[in-house]
């Protein structure tokens, strides 16, 4: 009985996961964290941001990810630095690898709409970003 119950379980679970293919359509654009989910369960909550990640991807599936930082008046400043990336879909899991002169390491999606995005790091980390919404001052 114990075996069915696992096997039942793990076809639900199959059948509920997501196309990664399906979440590459959300990656584009201005990113907050809203969260970060400790390996240990733990949680730390962002109520303000001084910078956002800026991504871009093409449609050869590589791209860049940036740190921005917005201003009052909707614009953004920003250096020269950025990350390199490219998207892979490797055992079900789109995968996004980063490169800079200094390191490479991965990053797996877990999730992505047009409001939320959930990756998980190497170490077990978890990220939750929420879509950016610029600062909008009324003059």
Excluded at 48 to 58: A, C, P
């Amino acid at each position: 009985m114990k075996k069915y119950t696992i096997l039942i379980f793990s076809l639900i679970l199959l059948s509920c996961s997501k196309d990664p293919n399906s979440l590459i359509k959300h990656l584009n654009g201005y990113w907050e964290i809203d969260e970060v989910i400790m390996a240990d369960g733990s949680k730390r909550e962002y109520t303000y941001n001084d910078t956002v990640d800026f991504l871009s991807i093409s449609d050869s599936l590589t791209g860049f990810r940036k740190k921005m930082k917005p201003s009052f008046d909707g614009t953004y400043t920003t250096s020269d630095d950025s990350e390199s990336l490219s998207l892979k879909i490797e055992n079900d899991s789109l995968h996004m690898y980063y490169t800079t002169p200094f390191a490479n390491w991965k990053e797996t999606v877990l999730d992505a709409t047009d409001e939320k995005l959930l990756i998980i790091n190497e170490q077990k980390i978890k990220y939750l970003y929420k879509r950016f919404e610029p600062i909008n001052v009324e003059k």
